[in-house]
């Protein structure tokens, strides 16, 4: 659990955790955030976003709706709003189930002028990756981000919205 430095509320989730482990169901995923912020005026604003009827059933036909991958977006976005400094929220780079707040990899020993091969991870429901030459980790997501349309077509995701998650050097 930590605190956010700017709202001063309180995010359960640790650092370096998973919040959410071996699963990218929404009916999964969708709960665990939603627990994370719960003491956040975010969880109020969407506090009953789900319907009762797919709270008391895990299988009914909301989870596969786009309501459901709207809400886990939105969800995604709060997250990674309340990430401390140096940190994102998303899967973590060795496991694509493996969601929470990771320690972003920056690279120290370049110039300004270097530039060095990034892995940048793009995030959706299901992971995609893209290859960009950046000084730092930090230059090569704010790039991809920014070059999204080109980079990550949409033909690569089948349904809701890319997110940049993290970079990581090529090695």
């Not at 939603?34 to 009953?48: A, C, K, S």
């Not at 036909?61 to 140096?86: F, H, Q």
């Not at 320690?103 to 959706?124: P, Q």
């Not at 990756?129 to 349309?149: F, M, P, W």
């Amino acid at each position: 659990m930590f605190t956010d430095e700017k709202t001063l509320n309180t995010i359960h989730a640790d650092l370096d955790a998973n919040v959410s482990h071996g699963t990218m169901r929404l009916q999964d995923l969708i709960p665990r955030y939603m627990d994370v912020i719960r003491d956040t005026p975010e969880y109020v604003q969407l506090l009953n976003v789900v319907p009762a009827r797919a709270v008391e059933d895990g299988n009914a036909e909301w989870w596969n709706s786009e309501d459901a991958i709207s809400l886990l977006e939105n969800l995604e976005d709060t997250l990674e709003n309340y990430a401390p400094e140096g940190y994102y929220f998303g899967a973590h780079p060795g496991d694509g189930s493996d969601y929470g707040y990771w320690k972003m990899e920056t690279v120290t020993e370049l110039t300004a002028d270097d530039k060095k091969k990034f892995v940048v991870t793009l995030t959706m429901i299901y992971n995609a990756t893209v290859e960009v030459e950046a000084t730092d980790a930090k230059e090569a997501v704010e790039y991809v981000r920014d070059n999204l349309g080109a980079l990550a077509p949409d033909s690569l995701f089948d349904k809701g919205e890319k997110t940049v998650d993290y970079a990581n050097p090529v090695k």
